[in-house]
């Protein structure tokens, strides 16, 4: 059941088919393609097909269908799409031989796959999204398991005053990638799930990723009373009571959409501890067909795979053993009797008294368990020890699997076409090879240099549009558009900050000493600009604190209209500024980064990074291929910590950074500038995306799973 677009051309009848697959997102041809269709809807829709198909004009697809550029890039994405999704010949099928049937299910609360698709908050999701797309590019038969939010995560208004405001947009699902989902006999896919003493259903979903596929379970369907509605309603919306419910139904309701669907996954991956129920249903379901607890026990962990993501202990979900009880009442069926036991797995003492911990319940049902960094690997192995009495902290078994970012989602049509012309179209299936990288060096600096320049134009258009769109529109303030970045100047220096506004990243940092911050921006024939963007949680007041009091230095003059705040901070915002800025920055407090994406999204641009040695970075610097603030400070109190980070990156900035960027040649070219461009594309493009990534997934945690239910052999 594809959404249906009536009066296309017969020319060009399979356009609602490309447009209906979010395949089409990664890959360019098939971006140019619907860029091509009708560049100002294009632009209006923030690029989402599906709005535009519904949107357009018949005279505009009469037109297309006569434009021959236009139909050859229309059959070109369509034969490719279809490829992909069959994936007869694959990196997966010529590795995995026998096996390669083997499903792959992955339980994640959120899903960043595209703006169109609202239904992801941070980096969690953006990892979701871009593991899907690199399961179907290396031909994995993979499905994704999560919620379709029907009022998705909140848009952010900032007030005059720099104050935060949430609202939430219900989403127009018929301008949604997504169709309700249709049972192998035909009928409409709907689960129930038992939650405390009654029986919440939930629709499944459909979206399609080339050859993945997601089921999303929406709770909002008539069957439902009032309340059970809400459920699935918003990402991260509600209290911890509603958080448990939400991961109640999204770990057995998951487990039970596959079953209603014939999928037969062999692994079953958890992406963050919200999807541990899965492992509960999953034992009740062997013990019902007669296994013992152990043996059920110990078939889960052969075939689960278990993600963590953050050293914050506040991000690991943790709930009073009596709110379990409550909620899962209904659950227990026939299992009574092993209650305690399962209630054990469960159990976790964070330093607040034993506590049902939904991190410790997966690392206890799972065999394979991973960090996302080498650095976060040692903080959770020193996190979770005493889930392994006895066992010395360097042989707990958790591995780590630095995380990776999508290069065809990533990588800027800019940078990709000077890719194809100077290190050849191959480049796309080779990302993961570092000495094929090693042809970065021979591009021409002056054509590097021409291509950092119309990426770093097209982000100052999208902000100054929405500068003018939310002048027009909004009616905002003067003041307001200058903190949108309405004075930006396109030649400056431009440090990027877009993330989480959330204590641990110190998004202020670098207005600890204002005046010398402003020297550094305002310097006569060297200018400096920054441009922030970000989310604070709903209830994270601090957070919002740290957002005002940069919105608040955005629209004061001592600054000189040179920091911005770029509000509603998404994926789409997050193109452009991963593309367009010159300097990524990144500033935790060490070691509260888990990972962190954005910078690997930058530098495989040509976006240097200058950031703390925390998370993917601590691996990643090289001495050559961006920076590293160091403060090393002279004691460890925050306030100690602060200083020394600020003064390290105060330094780098006037010391580095700038005198770099601006030390220029005859025919205006940073030469040393653009050395350091190349080692950032060169060194991060193999190590730092999901190609990498996902393949180290495949050997070190999928592979054993697979051989302890299959038993057969794998090749390498
Ligand atoms: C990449 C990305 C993130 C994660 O960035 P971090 O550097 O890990 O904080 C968050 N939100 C959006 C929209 C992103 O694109």
């Not at 290396?138 to 952010?156: E, I, N």
Request: hydrophobic share 40%; proline share 5%; charged share 20%.
């Amino acid at each position: 059941m594809t959404p249906v677009f009536p009066g296309l051309p017969e020319r060009i009848k399979d356009l609602g088919e490309i447009a209906s697959d979010l395949w089409w997102s990664w890959h360019y041809r098939a971006r140019d393609m619907f860029r091509r269709l009708d560049y100002p809807l294009w632009r209006l829709t923030a690029h989402n097909p599906v709005a535009m198909l519904r949107q357009i004009s018949p005279e505009r697809l009469e037109a297309v269908s006569h434009d021959r550029a236009f139909l050859a890039l229309y059959d070109d994405a369509l034969r490719a799409l279809r490829a992909a999704r069959a994936s007869r010949e694959s990196w997966w099928s010529r590795t995995h031989g026998e096996a390669a049937t083997s499903t792959i299910a992955y339980f994640s609360a959120e899903f960043a796959m595209h703006q169109s698709l609202p239904i992801y908050a941070g980096g969690l999701g953006v990892l979701a999204g871009d593991f899907c797309k690199e399961a179907s590019d290396l031909g994995m038969p993979f499905v994704g398991v999560g919620f379709m939010y029907p009022q998705g995560y909140f848009h952010q208004k900032v007030t005059a005053d720099g104050w935060q405001e949430e609202t939430y947009e219900i989403l127009n699902w018929d301008d949604a990638p997504t169709r309700p989902t249709v049972q192998p006999d035909g009928a409409r896919c709907i689960v129930s799930v038992p939650l405390g003493a009654r029986t919440v259903h939930a629709a499944v979903w459909q979206v399609r990723a080339g050859k993945v596929r997601l089921f999303l379970l929406d709770t909002d369907i008539d069957e439902n009373a009032p309340w059970d509605r809400g459920l699935s309603a918003r990402l991260y919306g509600g209290n911890q009571e509603m958080r448990l419910q939400q991961e109640i139904v999204l770990g057995l309701g998951g487990v039970r959409a596959l079953k209603a669907m014939g999928v037969e996954p062999v692994v079953w991956h958890l992406n963050e501890g919200h999807a541990a129920f899965v492992a509960l249903q999953r034992m009740w379901d062997q013990i019902a067909q007669g296994a013992s607890f152990d043996a059920a026990l110990e078939h889960v962990r052969d075939t689960t795979v278990f993600t963590t993501h953050t050293p914050v202990p506040a991000g690991h979900d943790a709930f009073p053993f009596s709110l379990v009880e409550t909620h899962m009442a209904g659950a227990w069926g026939g299992l009574g009797d092993y209650r305690e036991r399962f209630m054990a797995l469960g159990s976790h003492d964070n330093g607040m008294g034993p506590q049902f911990n939904m991190t410790a319940l997966a690392m206890r049902t799972a065999r394979g368990i991973n960090a996302v960094s080498q650095l976060h690997g040692e903080v959770t192995r020193s996190m979770f020890t005493s889930l392994w009495p006895g066992t010395p902290k360097a042989q707990l078994p958790i591995k780590a699997i630095t995380n990776g970012v999508h290069a065809g989602t990533w990588v800027a049509a800019h940078m990709g076409r000077l890719f194809d012309q100077f290190l050849g179209a191959e480049w796309r299936y080779r990302i993961d090879e570092p000495e094929f990288w090693e042809r970065v060096l021979d591009i021409p600096d002056e054509e590097l240099w021409k291509t950092r320049i119309a990426m770093r134009q097209d982000l100052f258009r999208f902000i100054w549009d929405r500068a003018r769109e939310r002048w027009t529109t909004a009616s905002v303030s003067g003041a307001q558009a200058i903190a949108i970045g309405a004075l930006l100047d396109p030649s400056a220096l431009t440090i990027g900050f877009a993330r989480r506004f959330t204590g641990y990243k110190r998004p202020d940092l670098i207005f600890r000493n204002p005046p010398r911050l402003a020297a550094i921006l305002s310097q006569l024939r060297r200018p400096v600009q920054i441009v922030f963007a970000g989310k604070a949680h709903p209830a994270d007041d601090g957070g919002k604190h740290h957002l005002q009091r940069i919105y608040r230095r955005a629209s004061d003059p001592a600054f000189g209209g040179r920091v911005a705040f770029v509000d509603d901070y998404d994926l789409h915002v997050a193109q452009y500024l991963v593309h367009g800025c010159d300097v990524w920055l990144n500033n935790p407090r060490k070691p509260l980064e888990a990972s962190g994406t954005s910078g690997m999204k930058a530098a495989i641009n040509g976006v240097p990074h200058l950031s703390i040695g925390d998370g993917w970075w601590a691996e990643g610097f090289s001495g050559a291929n961006g920076w590293l603030i160091d403060g090393r400070p002279a004691g460890d109190s925050h306030d100690e910590v602060d200083e020394a980070d600020a003064e390290s990156l105060y330094t780098l900035l006037e010391q580095q950074v700038v005198p770099s960027f601006y030390d220029r040649d005859a025919n205006d070219v940073p030469r040393a500038w653009l050395r350091t461009v190349k080692e950032a594309i060169r060194t991060v493009m193999p190590m730092f995306t999901t190609r990498r990534m996902m393949k180290q997934y495949v050997h070190e945690l999928y592979d054993p799973a697979i051989a302890a239910t299959t038993r057969v052999g794998l090749g390498d």
